[in-house]
């Protein structure tokens, strides 16, 4: 899942709400999301900026509430413990649907001030259906925003800004396969990206013990691009198997060098394809997605690209290979006999 900011809502832990006379404050938003075609880049920034600290704030309210909890059972028996947490959950759950909610509306948001290129007269987004979504949200298959936080790792500078990563798991645990009774919790290590750059990443999970495919570690690579949020390695393992240690590395990416095709030099794609067409088989057994920069020669008529290549690889050779095959298939002209382009194109799972 490549989620922008989700995961700064992962809440740090499972339960919620409190009594009234509790003493945990629940957070109170100051600032609104602006509608990306009317706002600036600045002004973006800003909001990206406030949304985070709210989700840190969200999650330091679950951390108070925990505390309280974990004090108010001491001597409870389980029946009573269990009519706490669910008292809690009543406080907890607005504030983190909230936060889910208003991360989903600037994504959107931020979508559209790329396509647009924003404005000069900043309104504030409608994002009452984000947060009521966040709220009916039942997903079975989680995706970043609907992990819980385990364990905080560090934050890295980079020359545009920062990049952080953290370990999180499923909420609560979870079939470990159809028909059967062992429970299992979903791990993952999650990489926030509040740069400019795009990060080749490595993440690693070593348990005490093994997952439910028999791998004490596993490892696993992706790319995580500007301003975004991805999960770049996961795990399934029984509940009661801990997991040890988690770490992730990465590198800047180095940018492209500039093409020396003139600005004037425009292409059009005559016939596209279908690139879900192209995703290999074994791809997406292997849960590998992820953008592929292609490069390409137009003749100027509408024909097939030649000399197609991967510039920027996806991190997966059978990705970047089926990238220069569906650009290939395409049919393009261009105002510029014999000039370069170049192409993105993005595999993601559904």
Known sequence: ?????????????????????????????KFDVPEGTTANAEQMATAQKDIVAFADAVAEYARCLQGELDQKSI??????????????????????????????????????????????????ADCKRHIAAAAEQKSAAPSADELIIEASGYTFDVPSGQWRFLLARDPAPRACAAGTTNQCLYRAVVVLNQSDETL????????????????????????????????????????????????????????????????????????PVAISDYYPAESRAAGEEGPVTVE????????????????????????????????????????????RYRLRVSFKLE
């Open 1 to 29: 899942m490549n989620v922008r900011l989700g995961a700064f809502l992962l809440c740090s832990l499972c339960f919620a709400a409190f009594q009234a006379n509790a003493e945990c404050d629940r957070p109170k938003r």
């Open 75 to 124: 001597g409870k028996s389980d029946a009573e413990k269990a009519e706490l947490g669910k008292s809690y959950a009543a406080a907890y759950e607005p504030a983190a649907h909230e936060a889910t909610g208003l991360a989903a509306c600037f994504n959107e948001q931020l979508d559209a001030f790329k396509s647009s290129g924003g404005g000069k007269s900043m309104r504030a």
């Open 200 to 271: 080749e990443c490595t993440g690693e999970i070593t348990y005490d013990g093994t997952d439910i495919s028999g791998n004490a570690k596993t490892e696993q690579k992706a790319l995580v691009l500007d301003r975004s949020t991805r999960i770049i390695a996961s795990s399934l393992a029984l509940d009661t198997v801990n997991a040890s240690v988690f770490n992730a590395k990465c590198d800047v990416r180095p940018k492209l060098p500039a093409l020396s095709t003139p600005s004037t030099c425009k292409y059009e794609v005559v016939k």
């Open 296 to 339: 390409f020669t137009l003749p100027g008529k509408a024909a097939n690209p030649e000399d197609v290549r991967a510039v920027a690889s996806s991190l997966y050779p059978a990705l970047d290979e089926a990238a220069v095959h569906a650009v290939h298939d395409m049919v393009m002209s261009s105002s510029c006999p014999n000039a």
